[in-house]
Structures are given as structure tokens and as C-alpha cells.
């Protein structure tokens, strides 16, 4: 994962192509223990930094930071969300967004960086270290937004200024190198002569190529490193334990593109050099299987491609060579020159477009543009020099870089330069005393090729193409075009030729026969077996070949020896013949345990099994078509049986139908007779039904109207009599509470004159503690001196403070109470008129009720029972509401003893009173005489008396308070509930009452509806006596 997202990136037909070759190499001991691997690296594709095309996406890891990273990785790698302009980061930076930044169809760019950073901790990377490669990554980006201006120096010439100095500053942050250096690296470029340096400013232009081409190097480098710390990681630690190892090579395949440039070159390179060690090792394997199976006379002759390698790479007249001459010439060399000396090399002779070994090739037209093909084994492909070969092939770190990374730069970036340092120098070719010189990419990737060609002949290989159906990346589409191009790329057509040039198909003698043996079905069994048990097969093999030959060159004949043809022969002369059986016998070779054979003998056999095959499943076909049209007659034949017993079926079933329809008719008929009297007799009776329910409704509202009629005048009857009762029953309440009221506000008059004492007390004893209180300050200030009279007079005032608002609290209470009293005594007021006028109601109601019993109703003397029981009640309503409001003597004597209490309680309070005024007299004697000394004693006895007096330990019942009123409250609930008691006996009275009311109105509504009636016989009969 680590070098996936630091080499590979998403191209135009795939999301996670490698941009770079590696071979991996995993390393066992002599047990067969694996004890580490091994990563190298081959050509990274360092341009795709600076420019990518529409679609593409650079490398994977600037994806993942940006898209991946929290907040708080945000803020620190100056990734500011408010300054894209509403555009997602990836399409903001300038490295990223190029193609439009597009999505992976696999993986999201956040799954993608949580399983790289996952991948560096398990390779013991500490999160600081972690940190800085991040840090470096977002540094590059950062480089990549750097901006130029154009400006006018002093000698007139135009040169670059840096648009936005703080994505410099993040940029030289996060890399973690100079800002001023890497303004000077990006806008000064410094030649170094015998004597002197020289600095020149750049344009914009090429400032711009200047931050592309530190870009370039710093990523590059930063790969370098990567790899060396996965190394650092996962390698062996002793070269000597190593045995044997196991390798992968995952190389770039063959490229041609509309453009190709240095890359490409490198590329087909690599590939030419494969290609020609799989050729060697496929002719290998082949002259190893003819040994095998000692097959005499098997030559195989292969194209080599040796002289493609000599072409490109081979010295000193090497396409690469030449590349490299070139670059020495230091800021003289340019592409053009080296495109012309390939020419003038290749193409000496004037109209000359094809080079003598027919590798190299260029029209004028192509020359005037500084295009060269290259024939290929997979073809030609074109190549322009313009597309900076030279400066691709330096790869030179600018001598200001140098110092950037050389010099006040972060310790990584040191190693990171070191690395790359240590990987581009020819230590090799150095003389001492003498700086070490830089070798060019192509002398690197030459040594690294070489290195791996050795490595690869040393091993033995096997080979896995990998070929895409389609460049679209969907399923279930093949595109055949782009298949043969990958075949042809991959070589696998070049290894099908070499391996046709010899004896390509290969059957084992069994196979061979059981295969063939079909082909000569006139042959007996006694001449050739068809079986080959207890037969040697090489033997039979050899047998079968030699008759399949001589069958061949006879004449073809279906007609049997009596001139009869059979079934079998006449379908084969029907059909297409195919070739003669002719061939070379030295075509098919018999080995050891297989036969060989080359493709035209091959085809021949196959032709005509093919056409035996058709012949025989014709004949198959036949016998089965045979059987079909037999089964189907037979069938068909039981069709119309069974077709003919249905029919008949339906004719039966169709007469039974038609009677089942007559009887069906009569009974409808019947059905039909029989509702039409049925619905009769239904409206007959709902007549009768009706009338009788309209008779007897209209007797039944008689009988309701008279009902209803007694109903009310019963209800106003005893309505009258409730409101009558309820008004005597307020009355007496109203007398009663009067007297209770009277008694309670005689008690709280006596009280209040005790009271008013309390207060007269009280208020002298506060004047006699404010003259002590002045006595002890003038004290105090007398004796200033003394700290310890001071605290006594402190402690002493404390006290005095506290009874003065316990006095306070006392006249508050005081004054609650004397409103509590005169509240009483509104009441008492409002309760003797009320009782005056219940006295004047139930003298009322007296006189009422003994007018009503003296003179009964007609109702109660035709029912003398029930009058007779119903007067006793309303008498004893009358007496009860005169006798019930009295108070009890048990009720008075309790009252009396809590009157009692009250007072021995206020006596106890006078006591204390004077208690406390002759202590305070005793306490002024001794401050006069004994001075501050004695202070202490003497308030500490007022406190204690005056604290009884102010309520904290007395019973607060004894002060004419909310609480003082508990007995006379008591009292006042006790007479409640007794007025409570006699208004239920009141209304169970009137209740009883009511009922016998309610029993009267019955009964003379009951004479009533018997006169009535009455009334109507005789009408009805008069009526009758009239008719």
C-alpha cells in the first residue's frame, strides 16, 4: 500500500496503474525459512508531477492527504477550505486538479489513506516520522500553487517575482527548508564558471519550469527514500543466510502513444530485453522437450532482437549513447543537435529514410520535425525529440536546490536528498582527489536492466501476461483490437511463432490414436485395432500413420465391393470433401511418449475428423428424426381417440344440461307463485300491526300527560317546603356561632389588657438596656487601652443587639395579634345579626307549620293513614330547629380551664418581667463599682432573663398571637360541627318529609287517572248507545 500510493496514479484505461517497475525479492535460508524481502525500483515516472493529462490523476498520495486528512491535519498542513473559491481541494491545487481530479472506481482516496498510514505503523514508522513524509507531501503541493509575476529589472529585461509570498512560506514550512532559499531557487539560476558565479534571474516561463523541476526532484527523492525505509523495514539482515529466493518482476509493458518521448524510449527499452531472454527461453524449453522425447533432426530457428538492443543502447553509436554525448555538452547540448547526429549516424547516404538494419527510420518531413521511429518487436513507434529528452536524461538537481537541501534544511530532507545523491553518482568512474561525477538517468537504468537480466537468467521464470478485455473497465465486453495489441505488446504472439517454427501440437500416443482412429473406418479390426489394450501405443501409433498414408493417396471410393453403398457412405458423399491426406511424414515425429506434429498435418486430420464427425452424427441425426416422427405418429394417433371420447362426452353432457333447465324452470315458476302470496300476507299483517300501535300510543300519552302533570305539582309542593327549611337552618347556624363568637372575643379583650402590661414592661426594660448599653461604651472608650475589656465590651454589645431584636420581634407579634382581634369583632357583629333574623324565620316558620296541620287536605282525609304518619315528622322538624343550638356544660368548663392556663401563663410572664428589671438594676450597680472587669457576668445574666422574655424558651400560646387562638379555634370547630350535625337531621327531615309529600301527589293522581277513566266508559258507552 505504501509504494502504491507514493508510484502509482489513475491513467486512461487504468485506476491504479504503476508508474514505475519493482522487483520484489523474497529471501529463504537453507531450511526454507523466509527471512525478509527485498524492494528495487526501476524509472519512476517523475513528469507526472508537473503535468497529467485530462482524465489522469497524479499520484495517489496527494489524493488521499487532501481528501483524507481531518481538521486538525487541515490546519496544520495549510489546507484552507475558504480560499478555494467553493472548489474541492483536489481540483484547487494546481498538481492535482490538471485532469480534474476524478474519483477511483474502487476505493475512495479516504479508505485509500487510512489503510497507508495503517501500513506505516506496521512497518514501525513512529507518527513523527509519519508526520514529516505528510508534511513533505503537502510542502509539494504547496510548491505547486507558487505564482509569478512578470517585472522589469534595472537593465530592461523581464523577469519573474513570486505573485504570493505566504504559499511560499507554507511551502518552505512544511518542507521544512529556507524561504529565502527557495525564493532564490525558484527565481535565480546560478552558473558556476572556472572563476567566478553567476547569477541570473529567470522569466516567468521558466521560473514556472524551474518549481515544476524542484517539484520533480523533491518527489523523487522522497520515492528514493520510501523505498529505502520499506527496505530498512522488511530486508534480512545477513547476506550469508540467504540460499535461495523467490522474485516478482512487475514491469511497465510496451507504450505508444500518440506522443512518446524519454520514458517510452526507456520503456520498449526494457521490454526489447525481456523480450529477447523469454524468446531464449521458450527456444530453450523447446530444444529441451525434443531431447526429452529424442526427436533427431529438430531445429528451430528464432528472430532475435539483439541487434534493437545494439540499436538503442549499445556504445558509441547508441541512440542512448548519443543521448548521453549529447548532455555532456553541458548548456550547448540541445535536442535538436542530438536528433540530427542520429540522423547524419543512421541515415548517411542523401534520401536515405531507412537505417541498414532497418531499426531506425525517418522521412524528411519527420526529420524537419524531429521525429524517429524505432522498429520494435512490437512495431514501430514514433518518438519526438522535442519532448526535452535532454533535460530528462540530466535529471540535475540545480545548484540551488543543492544548497536548499544542503544547507539550514530539516534532518529528513538531508537524508531524503542523500538518498537520491548516493543512487545518481558514479562513484565508479571518480578519480581521487576529485568530485564524484552524476550519472544520467539512462546510465542508471542501463546498470539497473543489465543487473536485472543477469538476475533473471540466473533464476528460472515463469511468465503471467496480464491482458484487459477493455479499456472502459466494464464486464462482459471484449474488445478484440485491444486484446491483439496486448498480445502483440506482450510478446505472446512473438513466443506463438518461435514455437510454431517447430513441432507445436503435442498428443500423447493414447490420445493420438483414440483421437484418429476414426479417420479410417474401412480398416478391419485384425489389421488395425480399434481397442488398444494389450498393445504397445507407440507401436500402433506408428502402425496408424503409416496406413493413414497409404488410405491418403488412394483414390476416394464409397461403394462397397459388391457395388452396394451404404447408408453412412452416402451421407459423406453428400457432404464437402475436405483435402487429400497428404503430408511429409517427416511432419508428424513419434517420440518417446508423444507425438509431434506441425500445423498443416494437423489441420489435415483435424479436417477430415471433422468430417467423419459430420458424417456420423448426420447418420445419428437420422435414426433420431426417425424415432421422433414414429413417437409423433403415435402419439397423434392417441390424440384423436382421446379427441373423439371428449367430443362424445360433451354431446351427453349437453343433453343431461337441457333437462336440467326444464326442471329448473318449474321450480322457479313455483318459487315465483309462492313469493307473490307470501308478500300478501306480509303487507296484511304490517297493516294490523300498525293500526293497533297507533291506538295504543295514544292511550299510553294520555296516560303520560296525567303523569307528568301530578309530577310537577309534587316537585314545587316539596321544593317550597326545602327553601323554607334551609332558611331556619341558617338562621340558627347564624345564632349559634354569635354566642361562640361573643365568648372568644371576651376572652381576647382580657388578654389585651394583659398584653398592653407585657408591652408597657417591655418597653422600659429596652430603655434601661439602651442606658447600659451607653455605659458600656463609655466604658470601653475609657479603658482603650486594654485589648481584652475591648473584646468583653464587643461580645457584650453582640448580646445586647440580639435581645433588642428579640424585643422587636415580640411587638411585631404584638401588633399581629391585636389585628387578629379586631378582626374577631367584626365578626361577632355580623354574627348577632344574623342570628336576630333566624329568629325572626323560625318564629315564622313555626306559625307556618301549625296553619298547615290544622287544616288538612281532601287527599289526606280520604287517606287517613298516611296523613297521620306524615304529621308526626314536620312537628319534629319545628321542635328541633327550637331546641338544638345550646351549649354544653362539658364544652363551657373546658373553655374555663384553658381561660385558667392562659392566665397563670401571663402571670409567669410578669414575673420574669420584674425578674429582669431588678437584675438590670444589679448590673448597673456593679458596673459602676467593679468596672469593665465585671461587665461579662452581669450581661450574661440580662441575656438569659431577657431571652425568656423575648420567646426563644417560652410558650408563645400565652401572647396574643395566630397561636393564642388554638382553644377559642378549637372551640369554634367543636360548635361547627355540631351545627354540621343537627343541618343533616334538618335534611334527613326533609327528606322524609318530601317522600310523604311525594306518596299524597300519587294518590291523587291516582284518583285522578280512575276519574278519568271513569269518564271515558261512560263516553265510549254512550257512543255505542247512540249507534
Same mark, same amino acid.
Given at each position: 500500500?505504501?509504494?502504491?500510493?507514493?508510484?502509482?496514479?489513475?491513467?486512461?484505461?487504468?485506476?491504479?496503474?504503476?508508474?514505475?517497475?519493482?522487483?520484489?525479492?523474497?529471501?529463504?535460508?537453507?531450511?526454507?525459512?523466509?527471512?525478509?524481502?527485498?524492494?528495487?525500483?526501476?524509472?519512476?515516472?517523475?513528469?507526472?508531477?508537473?503535468?497529467?493529462?485530462?482524465?489522469?490523476?497524479?499520484? =495517489?498520495? +496527494?489524493?488521499?492527504?487532501?481528501?483524507?486528512?481531518?481538521?486538525?491535519?487541515? =490546519?496544520?498542513?495549510?489546507?484552507?477550505?475558504?480560499?478555494?473559491?467553493?472548489?474541492?481541494?483536489?481540483?484547487?491545487?494546481?498538481?492535482?486538479?490538471?485532469?480534474?481530479?476524478?474519483?477511483?472506481?474502487?476505493?475512495?482516496?479516504?479508505?485509500?489513506?487510512? $489503510? #497507508?498510514?495503517?501500513?506505516?505503523?506496521?512497518?514501525?514508522?513512529?507518527?513523527?516520522?509519519?508526520?514529516?513524509?505528510?508534511?513533505?507531501?503537502?510542502?509539494?503541493?504547496?510548491?505547486?500553487?507558487?505564482?509569478?509575476?512578470?517585472?522589469?529589472?534595472?537593465?530592461?529585461?523581464?523577469?519573474?517575482?513570486?505573485?504570493?509570498?505566504?504559499?511560499?512560506?507554507?511551502?518552505?514550512?512544511?518542507?521544512?527548508?529556507?524561504?529565502?532559499?527557495?525564493?532564490?531557487?525558484?527565481?535565480?539560476?546560478?552558473?558556476? #564558471?572556472?572563476?567566478?558565479?553567476?547569477?541570473?534571474?529567470?522569466?516567468?516561463?521558466?521560473?514556472?519550469?524551474?518549481?515544476?523541476?524542484?517539484?520533480?526532484?523533491?518527489?523523487?527523492?522522497? +520515492?528514493?527514500?520510501?523505498?529505502?525505509?520499506?527496505?530498512?523495514?522488511?530486508?534480512?539482515?545477513?547476506?550469508?543466510?540467504?540460499?535461495?529466493?523467490?522474485?516478482?518482476?512487475?514491469?511497465?509493458?510496451?507504450?505508444?502513444?500518440?506522443?512518446?518521448?524519454?520514458?517510452?524510449?526507456?520503456?520498449?527499452?526494457?521490454?526489447?530485453?525481456?523480450?529477447?531472454?523469454?524468446?531464449?527461453?521458450?527456444?530453450?524449453?523447446?530444444?529441451?522437450?525434443?531431447?526429452?522425447?529424442?526427436?533427431?533432426?529438430?531445429?528451430?530457428?528464432?528472430?532475435?532482437?539483439?541487434?534493437?538492443?545494439?540499436?538503442?543502447?549499445?556504445?558509441?553509436?547508441?541512440?542512448?549513447?548519443?543521448?548521453?554525448?549529447?548532455?555532456?555538452?553541458?548548456?550547448?547540448?540541445?535536442?535538436?543537435?542530438?536528433?540530427?547526429?542520429?540522423?547524419? @549516424?543512421?541515415?548517411?547516404?542523401?534520401?536515405?529514410?531507412?537505417?541498414?538494419?532497418?531499426?531506425?527510420?525517418?522521412?524528411?518531413?519527420?526529420?524537419?520535425?524531429?521525429?524517429?521511429?524505432?522498429? =520494435?518487436?512490437?512495431?514501430?513507434?514514433?518518438?519526438?525529440?522535442?519532448?526535452?529528452?535532454?533535460?530528462?536524461?540530466?535529471?540535475?538537481?540545480? @545548484?540551488?536546490?543543492?544548497?536548499?537541501?544542503?544547507?539550514?534544511?530539516?534532518?529528513?530532507?538531508?537524508? !531524503?536528498?542523500?538518498?537520491?545523491?548516493?543512487?545518481?553518482?558514479?562513484?565508479?568512474?571518480?578519480?581521487?582527489?576529485?568530485?564524484?561525477?552524476?550519472?544520467?538517468?539512462?546510465?542508471?537504468?542501463?546498470?539497473?536492466?543489465?543487473?536485472? !537480466?543477469?538476475? &533473471?537468467?540466473? @533464476?528460472?521464470?515463469? $511468465?503471467?501476461?496480464c491482458l484487459k478485455p477493455n479499456d472502459a473497465a466494464k464486464p462482459m465486453l471484449m474488445t478484440r483490437k485491444r486484446l491483439t495489441m496486448q498480445l502483440r505488446y506482450g510478446g505472446v504472439l512473438e513466443a506463438v511463432r518461435v514455437a510454431r517454427m517447430g513441432y507445436p501440437i503435442?498428443?500423447?500416443?493414447?490420445?493420438?490414436?483414440?483421437? $484418429?482412429?476414426?479417420?479410417?473406418?474401412?480398416?478391419?479390426?485384425?489389421?488395425?485395432?480399434?481397442?488398444?489394450?494389450?498393445?504397445?501405443?507407440?507401436?500402433?501409433?506408428?502402425?496408424?500413420?503409416?496406413?493413414?498414408?497409404?488410405?491418403?493417396?488412394?483414390?476416394?471410393?464409397?461403394?462397397?465391393?459388391?457395388?452396394?453403398? #451404404?447408408?453412412?457412405?452416402?451421407?459423406?458423399?453428400?457432404?464437402?470433401?475436405?483435402?487429400?491426406?497428404?503430408?511429409?511424414?517427416?511432419?508428424?515425429?513419434?517420440?518417446?511418449?508423444?507425438?509431434?506434429?506441425?500445423?498443416?498435418?494437423?489441420?489435415?486430420?483435424?479436417?477430415?475428423?471433422? +468430417?467423419?464427425?459430420?458424417?456420423?452424427?448426420?447418420?445419428?441425426?437420422?435414426?433420431?428424426?426417425?424415432?421422433?416422427?414414429?413417437?409423433? $405418429?403415435?402419439?397423434?394417433?392417441?390424440?384423436?381417440?382421446?379427441?373423439?371420447?371428449?367430443?362424445?362426452?360433451?354431446?351427453?353432457?349437453?343433453?343431461?344440461?337441457?333437462?336440467?333447465?326444464?326442471?329448473?324452470?318449474?321450480?322457479?315458476?313455483?318459487?315465483?307463485?309462492?313469493?307473490?302470496?307470501?308478500?300478501?300476507?306480509?303487507?296484511?299483517?304490517?297493516?294490523?300491526?300498525?293500526?293497533?300501535?297507533?291506538?295504543?300510543?295514544?292511550?299510553?300519552?294520555?296516560?303520560?300527560?296525567? #303523569?307528568?302533570?301530578?309530577?310537577?305539582?309534587?316537585?314545587?309542593?316539596?321544593?317550597?317546603?326545602?327553601?323554607?327549611?334551609?332558611?331556619?337552618?341558617?338562621?340558627?347556624?347564624?345564632?349559634?356561632?354569635?354566642?361562640?363568637?361573643?365568648?372568644?372575643?371576651?376572652?381576647?379583650?382580657?388578654?389585651?389588657?394583659?398584653?398592653?402590661?407585657?408591652?408597657?414592661?417591655?418597653?422600659?426594660?429596652?430603655?434601661?438596656?439602651?442606658?447600659?448599653?451607653?455605659?458600656?461604651?463609655?466604658?470601653?472608650?475609657?479603658?482603650?487601652?486594654?485589648?481584652?475589656?475591648?473584646?468583653?465590651?464587643?461580645?457584650?454589645?453582640?448580646?445586647?443587639?440580639?435581645?433588642?431584636?428579640?424585643?422587636?420581634?415580640?411587638?411585631?407579634?404584638?401588633?399581629?395579634?391585636?389585628?387578629?382581634?379586631?378582626?374577631?369583632?367584626?365578626?361577632?357583629?355580623?354574627?348577632?345579626?344574623?342570628?336576630?333574623?333566624?329568629?325572626?324565620?323560625?318564629?315564622?316558620?313555626?306559625?307556618?307549620?301549625?296553619?298547615?296541620?290544622?287544616?288538612?287536605?281532601?287527599?289526606?282525609?280520604?287517606?287517613?293513614?298516611?296523613?297521620?304518619?306524615?304529621?308526626?315528622?314536620?312537628?319534629?322538624? &319545628?321542635?328541633?330547629?327550637?331546641?338544638?343550638?345550646?351549649?354544653?356544660?362539658?364544652?363551657?368548663?373546658?373553655?374555663?380551664?384553658?381561660?385558667?392556663?392562659?392566665?397563670?401563663?401571663?402571670?409567669?410572664?410578669?414575673?420574669?418581667?420584674?425578674?429582669?428589671?431588678?437584675?438590670?438594676? =444589679?448590673?448597673?450597680?456593679?458596673?459602676?463599682?467593679?468596672?469593665?472587669?465585671?461587665?461579662?457576668?452581669?450581661?450574661?445574666?440580662?441575656?438569659?432573663?431577657?431571652?425568656?422574655?423575648?420567646?426563644?424558651?417560652?410558650?408563645?400560646?400565652?401572647?396574643?398571637?395566630?397561636?393564642?387562638?388554638?382553644?377559642?379555634?378549637?372551640?369554634?370547630?367543636?360548635?361547627?360541627?355540631?351545627?354540621?350535625?343537627?343541618?343533616?337531621?334538618?335534611?334527613?327531615?326533609?327528606?322524609?318529609?318530601?317522600?310523604?309529600?311525594?306518596?299524597?301527589?300519587?294518590?291523587?293522581?291516582?284518583?285522578?287517572?280512575?276519574?278519568?277513566?271513569?269518564?271515558?266508559?261512560?263516553? !265510549?258507552?254512550?257512543?255505542?248507545?247512540?249507534?
Open positions: 500500500p505504501i509504494l502504491e500510493a507514493f508510484g502509482n496514479a489513475k491513467t486512461l484505461r487504468n485506476d491504479n496503474s504503476s508508474r514505475f517497475g519493482k522487483f520484489i525479492e523474497l529471501g529463504f535460508n537453507r531450511a526454507g525459512i523466509l527471512q525478509g524481502a527485498k524492494v528495487q525500483t526501476y524509472l519512476l515516472e517523475k513528469v507526472r508531477i508537473g503535468y497529467h493529462a485530462s482524465g489522469e490523476r497524479n499520484y =495517489h498520495i +496527494f489524493y488521499q492527504l487532501l481528501r483524507g486528512a481531518n481538521e486538525e491535519q487541515h =490546519h496544520k498542513y495549510c489546507f484552507h477550505d475558504g480560499l478555494t473559491g467553493g472548489l474541492e481541494l483536489a481540483n484547487y491545487f494546481h498538481l492535482t486538479g490538471q485532469g480534474g481530479a476524478p474519483q477511483l472506481r474502487e476505493f475512495t482516496d479516504e479508505e485509500g489513506l487510512n $489503510y #497507508t498510514l495503517k501500513s506505516m505503523r506496521s512497518m514501525g514508522w513512529t507518527e513523527e516520522k509519519i508526520d514529516n513524509v505528510l508534511s513533505i507531501v503537502a510542502g509539494i503541493l504547496h510548491l505547486g500553487q507558487v505564482k509569478f509575476e512578470s517585472k522589469m529589472s534595472d537593465g530592461g529585461q523581464e523577469i519573474a517575482q513570486i505573485a504570493d509570498m505566504k504559499t511560499v512560506a507554507d511551502a518552505a514550512k512544511l518542507l521544512g527548508v529556507d524561504q529565502e532559499k527557495l525564493v532564490t531557487a525558484l527565481t535565480v539560476r546560478i552558473m558556476i #564558471t572556472r572563476r567566478e558565479e553567476m547569477r541570473i534571474d529567470l522569466e516567468p516561463k521558466k521560473a514556472a519550469d524551474a518549481r515544476d523541476s524542484l517539484a520533480k526532484t523533491v518527489y523523487g527523492a522522497m +520515492f528514493l527514500w520510501v523505498v529505502k525505509a520499506v527496505n530498512d523495514c522488511i530486508m534480512w539482515e545477513n547476506d550469508k543466510d540467504i540460499k535461495s529466493s523467490a522474485g516478482v518482476l512487475d514491469i511497465f509493458g510496451f507504450e505508444s502513444f500518440a506522443i512518446n518521448s524519454f520514458e517510452q524510449l526507456c520503456i520498449n527499452f526494457t521490454n526489447e530485453a525481456l523480450q529477447q531472454q523469454f524468446n531464449k527461453f521458450i527456444f530453450k524449453l523447446e530444444q529441451e522437450e525434443y531431447e526429452r522425447e529424442s526427436i533427431d533432426g529438430a531445429f528451430i530457428d528464432f528472430a532475435d532482437n539483439q541487434d534493437c538492443l545494439d540499436h538503442i543502447g549499445a556504445r558509441p553509436k547508441g541512440i542512448l549513447a548519443l543521448l548521453d554525448d549529447e548532455c555532456k555538452l553541458g548548456a550547448r547540448g540541445k535536442d535538436k543537435n542530438w536528433a540530427l547526429k542520429m540522423n547524419q @549516424t543512421y541515415l548517411p547516404e542523401k534520401n536515405q529514410t531507412v537505417s541498414d538494419n532497418t531499426r531506425y527510420s525517418a522521412t524528411r518531413m519527420q526529420q524537419a520535425k524531429g521525429i524517429f521511429c524505432v522498429r =520494435h518487436f512490437a512495431g514501430n513507434v514514433e518518438y519526438s525529440s522535442d519532448t526535452d529528452f535532454l533535460e530528462k536524461n540530466r535529471d540535475e538537481v540545480p @545548484t540551488t536546490a543543492i544548497s536548499l537541501f544542503e544547507q539550514d534544511s530539516s534532518d529528513l530532507i538531508k537524508e !531524503i536528498y542523500g538518498v537520491q545523491k548516493s543512487q545518481s553518482e558514479d562513484s565508479a568512474g571518480a578519480q581521487a582527489g576529485k568530485p564524484k561525477k552524476q550519472k544520467t538517468v539512462s546510465q542508471q537504468f542501463k546498470i539497473q536492466l543489465n543487473s536485472l !537480466i543477469e538476475m &533473471v537468467e540466473k @533464476t528460472d521464470p515463469h $511468465y503471467i501476461r503435442r498428443l500423447d500416443h493414447v490420445g493420438y490414436f483414440k483421437r $484418429y482412429r476414426m479417420l479410417l473406418p474401412s480398416i478391419p479390426d485384425d489389421v488395425l485395432p480399434w481397442s488398444m489394450d494389450d498393445q504397445d501405443a507407440q507401436t500402433l501409433c506408428v502402425k496408424f500413420l503409416d496406413i493413414l498414408l497409404e488410405e491418403g493417396a488412394k483414390p476416394v471410393n464409397y461403394a462397397n465391393p459388391d457395388g452396394t453403398i #451404404t447408408r453412412a457412405n452416402k451421407i459423406r458423399m453428400t457432404q464437402r470433401q475436405p483435402d487429400k491426406m497428404e503430408f511429409p511424414k517427416s511432419d508428424v515425429q513419434l517420440g518417446l511418449s508423444k507425438v509431434f506434429m506441425r500445423k498443416g498435418p494437423h489441420d489435415r486430420l483435424e479436417s477430415h475428423r471433422v +468430417f467423419h464427425q459430420n458424417a456420423s452424427i448426420t447418420l445419428i441425426q437420422s435414426w433420431i428424426r426417425g424415432m421422433q416422427q414414429e413417437r409423433r $405418429y403415435l402419439i397423434m394417433g392417441d390424440a384423436a381417440l382421446t379427441l373423439e371420447r371428449w367430443y362424445r362426452g360433451c354431446l351427453g353432457r349437453a343433453r343431461w344440461w337441457r333437462l336440467r333447465e326444464a326442471q329448473a324452470g318449474m321450480l322457479l315458476t313455483n318459487t315465483f307463485r309462492m313469493q307473490i302470496s307470501r308478500h300478501k300476507y306480509v303487507r296484511a299483517r304490517c297493516g294490523t300491526v300498525r293500526l293497533q300501535a297507533q291506538y295504543r300510543g295514544r292511550t299510553v300519552r294520555k296516560v303520560n300527560a296525567a #303523569t307528568k302533570i301530578q309530577t310537577f305539582r309534587r316537585m314545587y309542593v316539596r321544593n317550597t317546603a326545602y327553601r323554607k327549611l334551609k332558611s331556619a337552618s341558617i338562621a340558627l347556624q347564624c345564632c349559634a356561632r354569635r354566642d361562640a363568637a361573643k365568648k372568644v372575643f371576651e376572652e381576647i379583650k382580657r388578654e389585651q389588657k394583659d398584653m398592653g402590661k407585657i408591652k408597657e414592661h417591655n418597653e422600659k426594660l429596652k430603655m434601661e438596656m439602651a442606658s447600659l448599653k451607653a455605659m458600656l461604651q463609655a466604658q470601653a472608650a475609657s479603658d482603650a487601652g486594654k485589648a481584652e475589656s475591648v473584646k468583653a465590651v464587643a461580645e457584650k454589645q453582640r448580646e445586647i443587639d440580639a435581645l433588642e431584636a428579640r424585643i422587636k420581634a415580640l411587638e411585631a407579634e404584638l401588633a399581629k395579634e391585636k389585628e387578629n382581634v379586631k378582626k374577631l369583632e367584626n365578626d361577632l357583629n355580623v354574627q348577632n345579626r344574623n342570628t336576630q333574623m333566624l329568629a325572626q324565620d323560625l318564629e315564622f316558620q313555626k306559625a307556618m307549620v301549625s296553619q298547615g296541620s290544622s287544616s288538612p287536605t281532601p287527599l289526606q282525609r280520604k287517606s287517613a293513614r298516611s296523613s297521620t304518619v306524615s304529621a308526626a315528622p314536620a312537628e319534629a322538624v &319545628v321542635d328541633a330547629v327550637v331546641v338544638g343550638h345550646t351549649i354544653t356544660p362539658e364544652a363551657l368548663a373546658q373553655h374555663r380551664s384553658e381561660v385558667a392556663r392562659l392566665e397563670e401563663q401571663l402571670e409567669e410572664e410578669r414575673r420574669m418581667s420584674r425578674a429582669a428589671r431588678i437584675e438590670v438594676k =444589679h448590673l448597673r450597680a456593679a458596673v459602676a463599682d467593679k468596672g469593665v472587669l465585671d461587665v461579662t457576668a452581669s450581661t450574661e445574666f440580662i441575656s438569659d432573663n431577657v431571652s425568656e422574655i423575648s420567646g426563644s424558651e417560652i410558650d408563645r400560646s400565652d401572647i396574643p398571637g395566630a397561636n393564642d387562638l388554638e382553644p377559642q379555634m378549637r372551640l369554634v370547630l367543636l360548635l361547627a360541627f355540631v351545627i354540621i350535625a343537627i343541618f343533616l337531621g334538618i335534611c334527613l327531615i326533609l327528606c322524609w318529609y318530601r317522600c310523604v309529600n311525594h306518596a299524597r301527589m300519587e294518590l291523587l293522581a291516582q284518583d285522578a287517572v280512575f276519574n278519568l277513566g271513569t269518564a271515558s266508559l261512560i263516553g !265510549i258507552s254512550s257512543s255505542f248507545g247512540g249507534l
